[in-house]
Nanobody
């Protein structure tokens, strides 16, 4: 059973960098064809795919967030990390990490990665509030 657990500060000041870590157990983040995403849900809004890191370490970002987002991983700890810079109150949301699989023939697009039913494992989510 794969489990994902988000961790990080629940309160971030405007203009600072939000940093969250997802710790994975029950499966390796380097297992072929799995992609590890960050997804968020602002209050009263739908789920938004932010970006992903692949089993091989390649990164992919939502075009709308690409300039502010960085995803990295630590394979020795089986963790991957989100950094979102220059945050504003509009970045207040519940942040989730999640896993999905893509076959080698599938092309990764932001639209494809935004299909939430394709994710088979999710963390429980962590609330992040941006406020001074």
């Amino acid at each position: 059973q794969v489990q994902l657990q988000e961790s990080g500060p629940g309160l971030v000041k405007p203009s600072q960098t939000l940093s969250l870590t997802c710790t994975v157990s029950g499966g390796s983040i380097t297992t072929n064809y799995y992609y590890w995403s960050w997804i968020r849900q602002p209050p009263g809004k739908g789920l938004e795919w932010m970006g992903a890191i692949s089993y091989s370490g390649s990164t992919y970002y939502s075009p709308s967030l690409k300039s502010r987002t960085s995803i990295s991983r630590d394979t020795s700890k089986n963790q991957f990390t989100l950094q979102l810079s220059s945050v504003t109150p509009e970045d207040t949301a519940v942040y989730y990490c999640a896993r999905r699989r893509l076959s080698p023939a599938q092309i990764l697009t932001a639209q494809a990665m935004g299909v939430m039913k394709e994710y088979d494992y999710w963390g429980q989510g962590t609330q992040v509030t941006v406020s001074s």
